[in-house]
């Protein structure tokens, strides 16, 4: 059982588009939304998070926006580059609960062509 | 990469023989974990380690134990490897949502 649901799968742009990646969520314990991204060979590594009580957050390109009451959170990756093409992962936290876990969505591959 | 280490890198070996893969970290994080990375299902938790001889299981955690015997080191045991247990591997530490990887470790059983 899955409890963060990403999509889609993959997906292709072009260079300065706007891939979007959507992520559901069950689970109203979960306090903190990071994502991941990873490139081919390496292992993930932390893009950036908000906490749900923020609509939207901007690092640079990125944007996660957030909608608490659909529990729906997604990134936007703005004027894409094919430095962007990676695998980027959606997550879900629990601080307070026991080890600190994340959960992981399925994945989306991103693919930015010149 | 928060001084993780992991080994081997890259492992092929024989369904029913028993596989341990290391991670070693340098930074003393109390949090150790360990994924699996398979198409489609992103990172599931196998096990994970909140101090020295602590540990707990994750979603996915029959056929593997773990041990920590020292803070630094978090080993991956594979009891008897099964060929639904080809994957790649990754150690991580951290705290909450933040987590710091390790490069992986591609295992293949045969």
């Known amino acids: 059982q899955q409890q963060v649901k990403q999509s889609p799968q993959s997906l292709i742009v072009q260079k300065g588009g706007i891939p979007i990646i959507n992520c559901a969520y069950e689970?109203?314990?979960?306090?903190?939304f990071p994502w991941y991204q990873q490139f081919p060979g390496k292992g993930p590594a932390l893009l950036i998070a908000i906490r749900p009580d923020v609509s939207e957050k901007k690092e640079g390109r990125f944007t996660i926006s957030f909608n608490k009451s659909a529990k729906q959170f997604s990134l936007h990756i703005m004027d894409s580059q094919p430095g962007d093409s990676a695998t980027y992962f959606c997550?879900?936290?629990?601080?307070?609960?026991?080890?600190?876990?994340?959960?992981f969505g399925g994945g989306t591959r991103v693919l930015v062509k010149p | 990469d928060a001084g993780i280490t992991q080994s081997p890198r890259h492992k092929v070996t024989e369904t029913g023989t028993p596989v341990t893969l290391r991670c070693h970290q340098t930074?003393?994080?109390?949090?150790m974990y360990w994924y699996r990375q398979d198409p489609g299902h992103g990172l599931r938790l196998i096990h994970y380690?909140?101090?020295?001889?602590?540990?707990d299981k994750g979603e996915v955690s029959d056929g593997y134990s773990v041990s920590r015997s020292k803070t630094e080191d978090f080993l991956l045991t594979l009891e008897s490897a099964t060929s639904s247990q080809t994957s790649v591997y990754f150690c991580a530490v951290g705290w909450g949502f933040e987590a710091f990887f390790g490069q992986g470790t591609r295992l293949t059983v045969v």
């Open positions: 930074e003393n994080h109390r949090y």
């Open positions: 380690s909140y101090g020295v001889k602590d540990t």
């Open positions: 689970n109203t314990a979960f306090d903190y």
């Open positions: 997550a879900a936290s629990r601080p307070k609960a026991a080890g600190n876990k994340l959960t």
